[in-house]
């Protein structure tokens, strides 16, 4: 399997940030100085030198367009007499239907900017700002695109192996998404199995207060769960899962009255007969199936049942599965934990990979 890429869904108006009140006075020149890179909240945005800082983000639309008040200096103008404010837009064109969407693939990166001294690496990913840590190198290739961000493969320079490169875009927007960032690299620096996939690296931001991206690196996979449910190929033993609507007697279990009324607002189906729906599947797979797919956990197989069943004998070996030793603490799930409290044991994470400080 892979890992999916995550691009932030918006907020609802009320709940989106006023970007006009951050101002943004740094930029990184490029093309012999002709031109200058912005990181707007994770976007690219590259405009000839002569319009200059202070900028700052007015607006954001439909496509991706981002209004950018700035400076214009006129060439006569340059020792400081004159300069008139004007607004930009900076168009990203519209996602294609998934039939003509680009493959990413197909089309590696090989240049940067370096930043930070030399020690970060800025790259334009299809319009989107890429910054990681010098030792990650290309050609470096966007291998997807889901609901909060990309993801690119890139070269680890150091262990000279392949892996990919997660960006969280503006993280911490809400603290929501803030805590599921967090909780998916607590969970997954936690296990440590084979058929797990490992987090290598935590990029360590540049600045410790200023930093609302998130940039996880993962080991290169060859695949992942979507390609496998949209590919042509037929479903096998290896591939079934299937999902139902709970009754009632399931929901017992959930503690919250909210979220036993949020489960119950979705359209009822019947439980599906799996037998019918996977004709050709054996009944080892089947009956593991249905003794999973159980919404209320008390009623569910557990994990050692589910190992000693006969369907997974030939994959069964008691001395190749270890029991974790110490249990997930969710400590963080604190409900008094603001964006900042996430912010703060993100860049914690990051430090276990990065412990080294930045000079």
Request: charged share 25%.
């Amino acid at each position: 399997m892979a890992m999916t890429s995550v691009r932030k869904k918006r907020q609802p108006p009320k709940q989106r940030r006023k970007h006009s009140s951050t101002p943004i006075s740094r930029g990184v020149t490029t093309h012999g100085g002709r031109y200058v890179q912005y990181n707007v909240f994770g976007n690219l945005f590259e405009v000839t030198a002569k319009y200059v800082p202070p900028l700052r983000s007015i607006g954001r639309g439909a496509c991706g367009i981002i209004w950018l008040e700035a400076y214009t200096v006129r060439p006569k103008e340059r020792e400081g007499q004159e300069i008139s404010s004007m607004a930009m837009t900076s168009v990203r064109k519209k996602r294609q239907p998934p039939k003509q969407r680009r493959k990413h693939s197909s089309t590696p990166i090989s240049r940067g900017v370096t930043t930070h001294g030399g020690r970060y690496v800025q790259y334009n990913v299809f319009g989107n700002l890429f910054e990681v840590t010098a030792k990650y190198v290309p050609p470096l290739r966007s291998i997807g695109r889901g609901a909060c961000g990309i993801i690119c493969a890139a070269v680890n320079s150091q262990t000279h192996e392949e892996v990919a490169i997660k960006k969280i875009s503006n993280a911490f927007d809400n603290r929501i998404d803030a805590k599921r960032t967090l909780r998916e690299i607590k969970l997954l620096c936690h296990m440590n199995h084979e058929n797990v996939i490992a987090i290598k690296d935590i990029i360590r931001p540049p600045n410790r207060e200023n930093f609302n991206d998130v940039y996880i690196v993962y080991e290169l996979m060859d695949t992942d769960l979507h390609q496998i449910i949209r590919s042509s190929k037929p479903l096998t033993d290896n591939h079934c899962q299937l999902i139902g609507s709970p009754d009632d007697s399931s929901l017992g279990f959930l503690r919250s009255d909210n979220a036993r009324r949020y489960v119950r607002q979705f359209p009822q189906y019947p439980k599906q007969q799996l037998h019918a729906k996977f004709p050709t599947m054996s009944n080892g797979a089947i009956d593991l199936l249905e003794k999973m797919l159980v919404f209320d956990p008390s009623k569910r197989i557990t994990v050692d049942e589910a190992l000693h069943h006969p369907y997974l004998a030939s994959l069964h070996d008691i001395n190749d599965e270890p029991v974790c030793s110490t249990p997930f603490s969710f400590d963080f799930e604190h409900p008094s934990y603001t964006e900042e409290d996430i912010k703060e044991l993100i860049w914690k994470e990051s430090l276990k990979f990065n412990p080294d400080p930045v000079r």
